[in-house]
């Protein structure tokens, strides 16, 4: 049986960046025992000014198609952390991580299992509005992004010199 999504305390900002300063978000497998967690609304830490952008301007879209707006979540947030912090740390943009890991398996060791995942990624250059536009463009990205199933979301960026890897997990019950 499924936990409903509801209500939590929020990722406070001074921790996120702290993960962040790190590098990498190391996820530990949930105990087999651990009942998987609900999803639950939480804010985006007010310093990510472009991925406080880039959440904008999808739920910009979202509401153009008829969709209710996606609302952040702290264990899609470390998972999104984590896949960026993987790809910058690999030099390469896939939905595919270590080991195999798919958006659900690392979801899953944040002891998070949603009935519907969905993931976009990125690298490169981008400006809040050009990464959604490039999303928007692509058939894929754009059916995750206007799935109006799909009701939480993780967002995370991890610079380069030569770009920013760019994660945004998606969840829904």
Known sequence: MRTPLRPTSPLSAAVLGAVVAAGLLTA????????????????LPQSDVLAMEVLAL??????????????????????AIEHSGEMA???????????????RTRLGALGVAPRLT???????????????????????????L???DLGFVGIARFDTPEG???????AGN
Do not use: I, K
């Open 28 to 43: 530990a497998a949930a105990p087999a025992s651990a009942a998987p967690q609900p999803l639950v609304p939480a804010p």
């Open 58 to 79: 999808t739920n910009d879209a979202r509401a153009a198609a008829g969709c209710g707006p996606l609302l952040v979540n702290d264990p899609l947030v470390a998972a």
């Open 89 to 103: 740390a690999t030099a390469r943009m896939s939905h595919g991580g270590a080991g195999g890991s798919t958006p």
């Open 118 to 144: 969905a993931e976009n990624v990125a690298a490169g250059s981008f400006t809040a509005r050009s990464l959604v536009d490039a999303w928007l463009a692509s058939p894929g990205h754009r059916r995750n």
């Open 146 to 148: 206007l799935d109006c």
């Open 164 to 170: 920013a890897y760019w994660t945004q997990v998606m």
